[in-house]
């Protein structure tokens, strides 16, 4: 069974542009959540969306955006960005409705975000 | 446990040797701990949990040890390998869906 994919695998931006970041979970799993793990820092957690919707986000500005399409994969955009965006995003997904405690997620290799 | 900064702890063991990482939590009322490993290149891949009313916690050579007097938890691995060389954090649940990560601790194994 092939795990959470991510792509890129790596991006490299300037301050002020934008970049999409995209994920698709294991199959059969409907909730997609995002996080910033940025370097020295613990996993900060952005976005979760099940069924297409976006359920809750975390302390993150509204540049921070997403969306889940009919086949449960995801994007996330980040708008204007800034340098301290810079961090590796991991993507997990769950088998489960509602929200899911983080055990119960399950990992991409996540895309390594730069922003020069 | 709780890093901050742009470098994490290191810590070197040699293969075969016990190695043991540890971790401090925030919130005394966190009422579940999980260990991560992550791999260059890999994201997080769940290791060991513990609940905050057991103290002890065994798998296959790894040793969870949850102190909730001075809020720490402790990863123990037994006869470490070139393989288990990977960045290992913590997590703690603070109730309801809220976790919070640590930074994590590089473990280079010596061969």
């Known amino acids: 069974e092939a795990g959470v994919t991510q792509s890129p695998t790596h991006l490299i931006k300037t301050r002020g542009q934008q970049a999409t970041l995209r994920c698709s979970p294991i199959s059969g799993h409907t909730s997609v959540y995002w996080y910033q793990q940025a370097l020295g820092l613990g996993l900060q957690f952005l976005l979760w969306y099940d069924e297409g919707e976006e359920r809750n986000r975390g302390n993150f500005p509204p540049r921070f955006s997403g969306r889940q399409f009919p086949n449960y994969s995801s994007e996330l955009n980040v708008n204007a960005l800034e340098l301290e965006d810079s961090a590796l995003y991991l993507c997990?997904?769950?088998?489960?409705?509602?929200?899911?405690?983080?055990?119960?997620?399950?990992f991409g290799p996540g895309t390594r975000l730069t922003v020069l | 446990g709780e890093s901050v900064g742009l470098h994490l702890p290191t810590l070197s063991v040699q293969e075969g040797d016990n190695s043991i990482i540890n971790c401090a939590y925030s919130n005394s009322a966190s009422d579940y701990f999980i260990w991560y490993k992550q791999e260059s290149g890999k994201g997080p891949q769940f290791i060991i949990d513990i609940r905050s009313n057991m103290d002890k916690r065994q798998g296959q050579r790894v040793t969870v040890l949850l102190n909730k007097t001075v809020k720490h938890l402790s990863l123990q691995i037994a006869a470490t390998q070139p393989g288990d060389s990977a960045v290992y954090f913590c997590a703690e649940n603070t109730g309801g869906f809220k976790t919070i990560f640590g930074a994590g601790t590089r473990l280079f194994v010596k061969a």
């Open positions: 997990a997904s769950s088998p489960f409705g509602g929200q899911s405690r983080v055990h119960e997620q399950f």
